[in-house]
C-alpha cells in the first residue's frame, strides 16, 4: 500500500512562512500530476496548487504570488513553501499525487498536515 506522508504543518504568526513537504513512502510510476489541497473548518476541500511532470503549475487566486509549489516527480515528492501566510490559510494540507491508468487516473492522499495561522 502506497501512502503519501506529509511533514512541515505547525502553528505561525499572521506574516510568517512555513515549508510543507510530501513523499510517497514506495514509487509510485506514470504519475500525472502532484499538488496540494486543503480543507478549512467548515468549508469543502480545495485546490492549493499543483505542478504536471513537464512542470507547468497552477495556482488557487488566493495563493497566487505567497505559495510556491515545486516537485521531483520521478522522485515522488512535493513541497510547497508558504509566504505571508494568513489566518484564512489556517486548514488541514493534503498532498495529492494523480497517477495515469490507461485513460483513467488514480488519486493518492496523504493523511493531511495542520497548519495554523494566528492573527
Known amino acids: 500500500q502506497v501512502q503519501l506522508v506529509e511533514s512541515g504543518g505547525g502553528l505561525v504568526q499572521a506574516g510568517g512562512s512555513l515549508r510543507l513537504a510530501c513523499a510517497a513512502s514506495?514509487?509510485?510510476?506514470?504519475?500525472?500530476?502532484m499538488g496540494w489541497y486543503r480543507q478549512g473548518p467548515g468549508k469543502q476541500r480545495e485546490l492549493v496548487a499543483v505542478?504536471?511532470?513537464?512542470?507547468?503549475?497552477n495556482y488557487a487566486d488566493s495563493v497566487k504570488g505567497r505559495f510556491t509549489i515545486s516537485a521531483d516527480i520521478a522522485q515522488n515528492t512535493v513541497t510547497l513553501q508558504m509566504n505571508s501566510l494568513k489566518p484564512e490559510d489556517t486548514a488541514v494540507y493534503y498532498c495529492?499525487?494523480?497517477?495515469?491508468?490507461?485513460?483513467?487516473?488514480?488519486?493518492?492522499w496523504g493523511q493531511g498536515t495542520q497548519v495554523t495561522v494566528s492573527s
Open positions: 514506495r514509487s509510485i510510476f506514470s504519475i500525472k500530476t
Open positions: 505542478i504536471a511532470g513537464g512542470g507547468s503549475t
Open positions: 495529492n499525487a494523480e497517477q495515469l491508468q490507461g485513460l483513467e487516473s488514480r488519486g493518492y
